[in-house]
């Protein structure tokens, strides 16, 4: 039954979308629970596709590159505040953009190099980029708005090179694909490979994309992959490897940097597109290439996602069909709730700051669960909880959560006992009060 929901909304897509070949997949924690394919990989050989058929993902390389930014920067070789001077002096025209910015494509910095590659199809190589960034425009203030830019992450992948001291593809190769077990994902494709289509829009027939020579491409695109790889690349990002990249850096990828649509339904992270779905949010990649298409899309919290890939590159919906996979997904692969167990006692100093406590008008529970100190407000207890951590004596740092970062601070009377919290500078008692309604001094 779950398969049969998984393959409904695929070959509804395949037959809608006129598409020669889809391959998709949906993958929970690590796990290829389903995968299908449907149609030609090389319609004039009559070439089926398979499950492990690879294709060009194009910008979901785009990925790749913003994690391996991350390792440079938990190995304190670079700062996303840094100007791209700092790493690349030769773009001193464009240097004052930060790799922050360039990472959210929140630059400003044109679309694509200068040059009319789209119609020559022939990729300027880093020399070239650089050699003509001058020509290059920055259309939009930095920071202001969104802009989708592949020549900022061709920039990007030339500071991966300039400070790992490696080639960038060698980079992706040795601290990303190896360490992962992605042997099919591949700079450039290798066989069985799909070809690439264009169907034509009065009649059903289809025509040969080029094949493009993809010399040129780096931190912007050039990556080919299969849907077992790009779903065990998808529960990468959801669950990290600290061993590869420490996983709160992972989770800053992940947290909305600008909006890219003005009804809150697409935003950006630090190289991850977001989409909310309801009271999700989603993330991943689109790709697109002549003659390709590709999406990988997922719930970090549920470790549930889709992946879907095609050798057509005209479909309208390749967005609409990867979020109905993934709610499908969600759906049919939503876990049994853990049965409740006990736990042991709350430490001695935690005991006493538990309960309800108000500030002002408004009442917080302090909990103790699954060895952490959280606080909720009691109005909406189904909201992500705040998450606590000691930073020495009566003094909490907020982990996660609401109110992220400001501290919580205990204080007591002459006889040791808590009088009063203050988190974020807000005074806590445990009866309602109004604010001013007797100071602390301590």
Known sequence: ???????????????????????????????????????????????????????????????????????????????????????????????????????????????????????????????????????AERVLPGGEAWHYSNLAYALLGQVVEGVSGTPFRQHVEERLLQP???????????????????VEPYSDAVRREPELELGGKGGESGLSSTVADLARWGSFLCDPDDAVVPAELVEEMHVVRIMARPDWTRGWGRGLELWRLGERILAGHTGGFPGFLSMLVYSRPDRIGAVLLTNSGGWDDLGGTGLRLVEAALDELAPAADPWTPEKPPPAEIEPLLGRWWSEGSESVFSWRAGRLEGRLAAVPDREPSVFEPEGTDRYRTRSGPERGEVLRVVRGESGEIEKLYWATYPFTREPKAFGAGGDTA
């Open 180 to 198: 992962l077990g992605l042997t099919r994902t591949s700079w450039g494709p290798t066989p069985p490979a799909a070809k690439p289509y264009l």
């Open 1 to 135: 039954m779950r398969d049969e929901a998984f393959s409904r909304v695929l070959r509804g897509a395949q037959r809608n979308g006129r598409l020669p070949a889809v391959v998709a997949g949906v993958f929970r924690a690590g796990e290829l629970l389903w995968s299908e394919a449907i149609g030609l990989a090389d319609v004039e050989e009559g070439v089926e596709a398979t499950v492990d058929t690879q294709f060009p993902v194009a910008s979901i390389t785009k990925t790749f590159t913003a994690v391996s930014v991350m390792q440079l920067r938990a190995e304190g070789k670079l700062d996303l505040a840094d100007p791209l001077k700092r790493h690349l002096p030769e773009a001193s025209q464009h240097g004052s953009l930060t790799l922050a910015e360039m990472l959210a494509h929140a630059s400003g910095l044109q679309r694509e190099p200068p040059g009319e590659i789209w119609e020559s199809l022939v990729f300027p190589d880093a020399a070239e980029v650089l050699a003509r960034l001058p020509e």
